[in-house]
Each structure stands twice: as structure tokens, then as C-alpha cells.
């Protein structure tokens, strides 16, 4: 892959030397293969030198200062980055940067999805969607199938997480049901009554799962 030298940084992201190596210096770039004479940077920089500004203006509230850029470019694949680059509509670029954080987060709480399976899931949501749910107002278990996301790994997930929208009344348990459910009106955790009846596990467990559907509820709260 191609590099390029300070001069052609410059010229080719339209900033000075001074801000590339501000940018350097708070970790937003790889930075020069190194010091001194010769020192080249990579595409990845180039990239994150055109894709920076944009984020600052196109989407100031959720990148309000260099701190929250350099957060998201530090979770961004390069595929994902040249992907910006390659937008020249504002919409088009708002959009796929919000996808790009719901998808994210989803990973972070559904580790057992494939990355190929989360990407087609949201690729059929709307634009207006995709920033619904980015910005809080929408509900992403009410526009995706959660469950199947959660079961799409190699092996069948036991616990399925299910968001459901707020207000919608919490499901109680029939005498049939093959699930405890724990959580509360936002996020649900459900468990098989088998791998509960499996496990070996002592009188807190219904406390540990509560904590944990109450952390997959901050992780689904706006980040920016």
C-alpha cells in the first residue's frame, strides 16, 4: 500500500504541518514510520486526515471534541475508513458513520455474531432508522431480530438477548415456557430453564444477570 511523505500529506488533506503533528501527538494518527529524513505515513493517516474535519462538522454534537474523534477512529477498520473517505455526500457520510457505531455497539454485546451477519442486518434498515436508533430514539430489537443475531455464531447461543421498546408491557413467564427471563423495560436477558438447571450456581445469580442486562442497557444508550 502506498505512503506518502509529510510535503504530500499536506497537500493532499488540505491541513498544515502543525495540525498533522497536533494530530500525531494526541494519538488521532499512526504517525511517520520514522524520525527524521525519509519518514513516510501510511494510507490509513491520509485517510484519517480527510475523514476528521468531516466528522467535526458533519456530526459536531456527537464528536464534540478530538477525544471522541479519536475513540471512534481507534474501532475503525481501514476498510471502513476508506469507505468514508470515499462519500462525498454529508448524508451519505452522517449515515454511515451511525452505522458504523451501532454496529459497535451491537459487537460489543453480542460477541458470537458474525461481523458479516450484524452488517446485513443493519443494511436493511432505512437511513431515518439508522439515526433513530444512533441518536436514542429508536429501539434496535424493534427493527432487528436480536435473538437470531445472538444465535448466528458457529455455536447456538444460551443466552439471548432481547430489546424490546419502551413502554411495551414485560412478558411473564408461563407454566410452559422454556425461559427465566431477568432484566427490565429496556433490556431482557433470557435464559434457558435447562442451562439454569445445569448450572451449578449459588444464590446470586439472579442478582448477577440483573447487573448484567442493566450493563447491555448503558451500552445501548447514545454514545455521542
Do not use: C
Request: no cysteine; hydrophobic share 35%; charged share 30%.
Amino acid at each position: 500500500m502506498r505512503s506518502y511523505d509529510l510535503t504530500e500529506l499536506e497537500e493532499m488533506s488540505a491541513l498544515s504541518r502543525r495540525t498533522i503533528s497536533d494530530y500525531v501527538s494526541r494519538g488521532l494518527l499512526s504517525g511517520p514510520s520514522h524520525r527524521g529524513r525519509g519518514a513516510r505515513y501510511s494510507q490509513r493517516d491520509l485517510d484519517a486526515l480527510r475523514v476528521i474535519p468531516r466528522l467535526r462538522t458533519v456530526l459536531k454534537p456527537e464528536f464534540p471534541n478530538l477525544n471522541s474523534v479519536r475513540e471512534f477512529l481507534g474501532g475503525l477498520a481501514s476498510s471502513d475508513l476508506r469507505q468514508l473517505v470515499r462519500l462525498t455526500s454529508e448524508r451519505a457520510f452522517e449515515i454511515e458513520v451511525r452505522r458504523i457505531r451501532i454496529q459497535d455497539r451491537l459487537k460489543t454485546f453480542l460477541p458470537a455474531a458474525p461481523p458479516e451477519a450484524l452488517g446485513a442486518a443493519l443494511a436493511t434498515l432505512t437511513p431515518e432508522q439508522v439515526s433513530g436508533v444512533d441518536r436514542g430514539q429508536i429501539q434496535i430489537g424493534s427493527l432487528i431480530d436480536i435473538e437470531r443475531l445472538a444465535g448466528s455464531g458457529d455455536e447456538p447461543a444460551r443466552v439471548l438477548y432481547t430489546e424490546r421498546a419502551a413502554g411495551e408491557p414485560r412478558p411473564t413467564n408461563g407454566s410452559g415456557e422454556r425461559w427465566t427471563r431477568f432484566g427490565n423495560s429496556t433490556v431482557q436477558v433470557r435464559i434457558e430453564k435447562e442451562a439454569l438447571q445445569n448450572v451449578k450456581a449459588g444464590p446470586t445469580l439472579s442478582d448477577t444477570i440483573q447487573d448484567f442486562a442493566e450493563q447491555i442497557e448503558s451500552l445501548l444508550k447514545p454514545s455521542g
